[in-house]
Nanobody, 113 residues
Framework: QVQFVESGGGSVQPGGSLRLSCAVS??????MGWYRQAPGKQRELVGR????????IVVPSVKGRFTITRDNAKNTVYLQMNSLKPENTGVYYC????????WGQGAQVTVSV
């Protein structure tokens, strides 16, 4: 059974940074995505990373500020978020990027003055 556990969220001021972690269990070498759900908005794909580490950031407003990495030995995927802005506030989830499985709890990210 594939499971995803997000961690590393928190509250930061604009311009701050956070690194979210996603611990994957039950499978390995998945094509993984990071998703977010802002208040009042639908969940959207932020970016994805292949099993070999190829990254695509699909939300234009975070290109150059967010990136995704993975450590296959630890079966963990990361979302590095720099220069955070209030509009980046939301709950961030990881899941497989091809066919999402059951969603985890997500990690709350709050960016405010």
């Amino acid at each position: 059974q594939v499971q995803f556990v997000e961690s590393g969220g928190g509250s930061v001021q604009p311009g701050g940074s956070l690194r979210l972690s996603c611990a994957v269990s039950g499978s390995s070498d998945l094509f993984m995505g990071w998703y977010r759900q802002a208040p009042g908005k639908q969940r959207e794909l932020v970016g994805r990373i292949s099993s070999a580490g190829g990254v695509t950031i699909v939300v234009p407003s975070v290109k150059g500020r967010f990136t995704i990495t993975r450590d296959n030995a630890k079966n963990t995927v990361y979302l590095q978020m720099n220069s955070l802005k209030p509009e980046n506030t939301g709950v961030y989830y990881c899941n497989r990027a091809d066919t999402p499985s059951t969603w985890g709890q997500g990690a709350q990210v709050t960016v405010s003055v």
